[in-house]
């Protein structure tokens, strides 16, 4: 069965870390390329962090530049997003997603959900005192 599963969300204070994983079952992830998006209530989804499938480019929004790091584990067959400084504007559920394995697509990714095709059930992020 293929399937992502995120983890790691939970309750933090602001300015604490969380280490959120994406791992892939059923499929081998290293051959996608892997974006992280969050959506908070009322709002619309929003694109995160992205890693390319060649693991040579990473793009990340404004609002997280310099705060998140998007890396892959090859052998764990997992992606994850270490999220440092984090602020009570991070409070969403965030979701993993892969894209098409095209070999044009390699050493590319993007922000946007509609270039992504499949998805994790998401991991809740809170940041509060």
């Known amino acids: 069965q293929v399937q992502l599963v995120e983890s790691g969300g939970g309750l933090v204070q602001p300015g604490g870390s969380l280490r959120l994983s994406c791992a892939a079952s059923?499929?081998?992830?290293?051959?996608?390329?892997v974006g992280w998006f969050r959506q908070a209530p009322g709002k619309e989804r929003e694109g995160v962090s992205c890693?390319?499938?060649?693991?040579?480019?990473?793009y990340y929004s404004d609002s997280v530049q310099g705060r998140f790091t998007i890396s892959r584990d090859t052998a764990k067959n997992t992606v994850y997003l270490q999220m440092n400084s984090l602020k009570p504007e991070d409070t969403a559920v965030y979701y993993c997603?892969?894209?098409?394995?095209?070999?044009?697509?390699?050493?590319?990714?993007?922000?946007?959900?509609?270039?992504?095709?499949?998805w994790g059930q998401g991991t809740q992020v809170t940041v509060s005192s």
């Open positions: 997603a892969t894209d098409d394995p095209s070999p044009v697509r390699r050493n590319t990714c993007y922000l946007e959900d509609y270039e992504y095709n499949d």
């Open positions: 059923g499929f081998t992830l290293n051959y996608y390329g």
């Open positions: 890693i390319s499938s060649s693991d040579s480019r990473t």
